[in-house]
T-cell receptor, first 114, second 113 residues
Framework: GDSVTQMEGPVTLSEEAFLTINCTYT??????LFWYVQYPGEGLQLLLK?????DKGSNKGFEATYRKETTSFHLEKGSVQVSDSAVYFC?????????????FGTGTRLTVIP | EAGVTQSPTHLIKTRGQQATLRCSPI?????VYWYQQALGLGLQFLLW???????NRGNFPPRFSGRQFPNYSSELNVNALELEDSALYLC????????????FGEGSRLTVL
């Protein structure tokens, strides 16, 4: 069955450090891939997405590339800020349309210290 | 356009009571998901409604139930509350026409004392 495996946290970084949060997936079809972010006390927000192989999703300085050959969708940011402190969830939707085939990773808590 | 809205924002109940949480979807979106997020844990899928019907439920006991109304808004009911039901309950719509992404509400935080 489909699944998402996400790097366990927590992750603590100093401001301006480089961030990588690993995410790998298994899927029977051709999923869409997502990163969601949850800031303290809030619901989840879509951070970025990619709908097909080799697509790169990007937003707010974060990037992730849909790698079909390695079944990965790692989240990266070159220079984190304190305001990036949040929980990050990798997710897939397979098939990408037609509901209910949604799988979330367990979340990775990022804390950025000044 | 308004996003997914949930109410109440916070709810405090005692063991054995019932809680009702509400979700108003984005206009025109028919598919509603409910997730439970207990403190420090990931999202646990609770229920999925589409076109007024329950389509699937997660691994939760029957005291977790809900419904979807003709205007596609939804309620989640939790009966016989237990302490471990304390969590953030998130409602989401899915874009079923394009990418499958979810649009989440801010959540309802339920505290059971």
């Amino acid at each position: 069955g489909d699944s998402v495996t996400q790097m366990e946290g927590p992750v603590t970084l100093s401001e301006e450090a480089f961030l990588t949060i690993n995410c790998t997936y298994t899927a029977t079809g051709y999923p869409s891939l997502f990163w969601y972010v949850q800031y303290p006390g809030e619901g989840l927000q879509l951070l970025l997405k990619a709908t097909k192989a080799d697509d790169k999703g990007s937003n707010k300085g974060f990037e992730a590339t849909y790698r079909k050959e390695t079944t990965s969708f790692h989240l990266e940011k070159g220079s984190v800020q304190v305001s990036d402190s949040a929980v990050y969830f990798c997710a897939l939707s397979d098939p990408p349309t037609g509901a209910n085939n949604l799988f979330f990773g367990t979340g990775t808590r990022l804390t950025v210290i000044p | 356009e308004a996003g997914v809205t949930q109410s109440p924002t916070h709810l405090i109940k005692t063991r054995g009571q019932q809680a009702t949480l509400r979700c108003s979807p984005i206009s025109g979106h028919t598919s509603v998901y409910w997730y439970q997020q207990a403190l420090g844990l990931g999202l646990q899928f609770l229920l999925w409604y589409d076109e007024g019907e329950e389509r699937n439920r997660g691994n939760f006991p029957p005291r977790f139930s809900g419904r979807q109304f003709p205007n596609y808004s939804s309620e989640l009911n939790v009966n016989a509350l237990e302490l471990e039901d304390s969590a953030l309950y998130l409602c989401a719509n899915q874009d079923t026409l394009n990418t499958g992404e979810l649009f989440f509400g801010e959540g309802s935080r339920l505290t059971v004392l």
